[in-house]
């Protein structure tokens, strides 16, 4: 199974800051990586796919980008209602595996 | 307006069986994989089982395999995930996805406790 490391596992920011979460697959899996936001009590929503491309509908302030193994998650300017748990998940091969999340919260 | 709804969850005990359906909508479902993911409370996602487009080919984790069925009606537009011989492990919000996880159902929940 391909691993997936995610980092930080929470992270205290202030609004206005930039912020980014990195995902760390153990094998090359080329774009194969979504982003998704999850707030308490609802079910995950996808931001980013294929590594780069942003959602339909999500505001630009979150972009992402990868380097070989290496997939990161960047929101430019943290609003308030991007408090939120964060998670990647690599469809590369099965079984599909996720991060094991980013609690972000509000300095 | 993609839609997935689950429903069938509750609380049932160890070793007996629960049928999940998430019924689909505003899209042609007999275009695209599904797949059922979990999240146990507190705890990550975990990718359970997925089925093609036609139902010809279907996959399952490990932890799941001989004991979950994955399934679909097309003319229905409905996916299914049959469950025996369940475990107190196998408690869990279970969410119904198209594709690699593009769209997510709300969730149903399944408690497998005495």
């Known amino acids: 199974d391909i691993q997936v490391t995610q980092s930080p596992s929470s992270l205290l920011a202030s609004l206005g800051e930039r912020v980014t979460i990195t995902c760390q697959t153990s094998?090359?899996?080329?774009?194969?990586l979504n982003w998704y936001q999850q707030k308490p009590g609802q079910a995950p929503m996808l931001l980013i796919y294929?590594?780069?491309s942003l959602q339909t509908g999500m505001p630009s302030r979150f972009s992402g980008q990868y380097s070989g193994r290496s997939f990161t998650l960047t929101i430019t300017s943290l609003e308030p209602e991007d408090i939120a748990n964060y998670f990647c998940l690599q469809h590369y091969s099965a079984p599909h595996t996720f991060g094991s999340g980013t609690k972000l919260e509000i300095k | 307006e993609v839609q997935l709804v689950e429903s069938g969850g509750g609380l049932v005990q160890p070793g007996r069986s629960m049928k999940l359906s998430c019924a689909a909508s505003?899209?042609?479902?007999?275009?695209?994989?599904m797949a059922w993911v979990r999240q146990a409370p507190t705890k990550g996602l975990e990718w359970v089982a997925t089925?093609?487009?036609?139902?010809?080919?279907?996959y399952y984790r490990d932890s799941v395999k001989g004991r979950f069925t994955i399934s679909r009606d097309n003319a229905k537009s409905t996916l299914y995930l049959q469950m025996n011989s369940l475990r107190s492990e196998d408690t869990a919000t279970y969410y119904c996805?198209?594709?690699?996880?593009?769209?997510w159902g709300q969730g149903v929940m399944v408690t497998v406790s005495s």
């Open positions: 094998q090359s899996i080329s774009n194969n």
């Open positions: 089925i093609s487009y036609d139902g010809s080919s279907t």
């Open positions: 505003g899209f042609t479902f007999s275009n695209y994989g």
């Open positions: 294929y590594a780069t």
């Open positions: 996805t198209r594709g690699t996880a593009h769209y």
